[in-house]
T-cell receptor
Framework: AQSVTQLGSHVSVSEGALVLLRCNYSSSVPPYLFWYVQYPNQGLQLLLKYTSAATLVKGINGFEAEFKKSETSFHLTKPSAHMSDAAEYFCAVSSYNAGNMLTFGGGTRLMVKP | DSGVTQTPKHLITATGQRVTLRCSPRSGDLSVYWYQQSLDQGLQFLIQYYNGEERAKGNILERFSAQQFPDLHSELNLSSLELGDSALYFC?????????????FGPGTRLTVL
């Protein structure tokens, strides 16, 4: 079985501050990991994905995430938050022993204060 | 715009009724996935079709069914609707059926059961 835990359902940062959204996964086989962003009244958009190549993955809009096997983590970071980053962020995992399904975490709503 | 279209955008119906949600994948994508997003359950994978055949099944109720047609569009049928079925239903598509494939999400259909 696979699962994802996102610590913090709500995170608030000031504009220009570091963004850190936490994701821990559980998988009995090597995982593939994804971060998606959902803006209000829209579908999900892929930010970045880890597929067993480089452990530091760079995505769109200045986001990046680091895969740490020893910590079973895949935290999402951005050095400097913009107002436009306010959205809900979902971490997801897939693996060969779970078919092709994505298992999502509960989501983290990021709020950016001016 | 992901290239995935879903109709209708909103659907309001009564308990006990049956509805059909439609999804057109991105041009050339063979896989279609259905997800349900609700406040209490979060984002849950329902079912996947690949080139017309069911490929993976998640937490899909027996009252729900889906199919993918020869032109690759897909329909999700929800019957004997209950209040708890009120949710946002997303369709996603990907070119193939592998675990590392990025899934492109449509804007969703918001179902309200009264």
């Amino acid at each position: 079985a696979q699962s994802v835990t996102q610590l913090g359902s709500h995170v608030s940062v000031s504009e220009g501050a570091l963004v850190l959204l936490r994701c821990n996964y559980s998988s009995s086989v090597p995982p593939y990991l994804f971060w998606y962003v959902q803006y209000p009244n829209q579908g999900l958009q892929l930010l970045l994905k880890y597929t067993s190549a480089a452990t530091l993955v760079k995505g769109i809009n200045g986001f990046e995430a680091e895969f740490k096997k020893s910590e079973t983590s895949f935290h999402l970071t951005k050095p400097s938050a913009h107002m436009s980053d306010a959205a809900e962020y979902f971490c997801a995992v897939s693996s060969y022993n779970a078919g092709n399904m994505l298992t999502f975490g509960g989501g983290t709503r990021l709020m950016v204060k001016p | 715009d992901s290239g995935v279209t879903q109709t209708p955008k909103h659907l309001i119906t009564a308990t006990g009724q049956r509805v059909t949600l439609r999804c057109s994948p991105r041009s050339g994508d063979l896989s279609v996935y259905w997800y349900q997003q609700s406040l209490d359950q979060g984002l849950q994978f329902l079912i996947q079709y690949y080139n017309g055949e069911e490929r993976a099944k998640g937490n899909i109720l027996e009252r729900f069914s889906a199919q993918q047609f020869p032109d690759l569009h897909s329909e999700l049928n929800l019957s004997s609707l209950e209040l708890g079925d009120s949710a946002l239903y997303f369709c996603a598509s990907s070119p193939l059926s592998g675990v590392a494939n990025e899934q492109f999400f449509g804007p969703g259909t918001r179902l309200t059961v009264l």
